[in-house]
């Protein structure tokens, strides 16, 4: 490689900044570039100095001019974007207006995962499908929209905060996934306790403040039952499809059903229906029906009255014990070698969310599972 700055520029745009994911060429963040017979000196601009991925993009910079430039002595300078450059990163991202990217012209498939009680699973659930899409190839958002009982950011192990650019937001990411949550700004586990406009203000804001890119999947963790969050994302979110989920006792599908009811009437496409804790399998290969049974098929056909459409069941979900050790650890299950008979479930849940397509809510999409 010649040494001239056009050869300097070219190493630098391998170097991709981890939280909004393009070079760092193509964010004027390359200031002042210094090449000597012996000596290469390179500024980098960061767009506030109080960004935690600076250690990282700094050890991305030297290895790729060191690899470029293996005879000369490499000097990397962190600096600050003055407020005109960093005006000028903002409207490149984001254009002039502050809007929600997830409208009904978005080429984002939005997946609401809902259920009409806590304890049923959603959130591990939700989690997994995240991560399960990500590591198929996806690009992957994920919103925790359940305020007053968010718990994404633990099952992700998350304990970074979102980084602020003026009035604009960049995910933490974790496992290929960016993440918002309400627990990234709250310390020490504090409650929320909140009326409808500030819960509505909290999920405009997650939408349109957060820095999302150019996303395949939005899965949104949806609070159980069917308050002002639903109201607000069917609002803010029309294009979205729901998975519903829930256990297999039937005081849990009586539950779920209203909350699917509920979606469907404010125009959301029900995608299917999650079974959770389907059964436990013992040691001589006999199922248990420890937290009962018939919960899905009672959703699906409560469904198909309410509706006049038929709703799949996607997946039913087997306990684990090793699904429960991943989640209590923070570590989403898919995101390791998960080849249990829970494992193999959500890995099926996930490849038939992959397959889902863009299109208007009326439709309703017909999903048969795989053998």
Not at 124 to 131: D, E, G, P
């Amino acid at each position: 490689m010649a040494d001239n700055i056009d050869s300097v520029i070219s190493a630098l745009e391998k170097v991709i900044d981890p939280e909004i994911g393009l070079p760092i060429t193509d964010l004027g963040m390359v200031g002042n570039i210094d090449l000597t017979a012996t000596e290469l000196r390179v500024e980098i601009k960061l767009t506030v100095g109080h960004c935690p991925m600076r250690d990282e993009i700094e050890k991305q910079v030297r290895a790729s001019l060191d690899e470029a430039f293996p005879a000369k002595e490499i000097q990397v300078a962190m600096s600050v974007m003055t407020k005109t450059e960093l005006d000028e990163l903002k409207l490149k991202l984001r254009g002039k207006d502050r809007t929600n990217p997830f409208g009904k012209n978005s080429a984002t498939r939005v997946i609401l995962v809902s259920s009409g009680k806590g304890g049923v699973g959603k959130s591990t659930i939700t989690a997994n499908l995240a991560v399960g899409l990500a590591r198929l190839g996806f690009q992957v958002g994920l919103v925790d929209a359940d305020i007053f009982g968010f718990s994404i950011p633990r099952l992700m192990s998350i304990s970074a905060k979102p980084t602020r650019v003026d009035d604009m937001m960049m995910p933490p990411i974790a496992f290929g996934v960016k993440t918002i949550s309400i627990g990234m700004f709250l310390p020490d586990n504090e409650p929320v306790s909140w009326r409808g406009p500030m819960l509505h203000k909290a999920i405009e804001q997650f939408l349109t403040d957060v820095y999302w890119g150019s996303l395949d999947f939005l899965i949104v963790d949806m609070p159980p039952g069917t308050g002002d969050v639903a109201i607000s994302i069917g609002q803010l979110l029309p294009q979205a499809k729901v998975l519903v989920v829930t256990s297999p006792a039937s005081a849990a599908a009586e539950v779920a059903v209203r909350s699917a009811m509920a979606a469907s009437k404010a125009g959301q496409e029900i995608l299917g229906v999650v079974e959770n804790m389907s059964w436990l399998t013992s040691e001589d290969g006999q199922r248990q029906h420890i937290f009962g049974s018939g919960g899905s098929k009672l959703l699906i056909d409560a469904l198909a009255k309410y509706t006049g459409k038929t709703t799949k069941v996607l997946a039913q979900i087997p306990v684990s014990a090793a699904l429960s050790e991943s989640t209590e650890a923070g570590i989403p299950y898919l995101s390791g070698q998960a080849e249990d008979e829970a494992g193999m479930a959500l890995g099926q849940l996930v490849s038939l969310v992959a397959e889902t397509k863009l299109g208007q809510t009326s439709r309703n999409l017909q999903v048969k599972l795989k053998p």
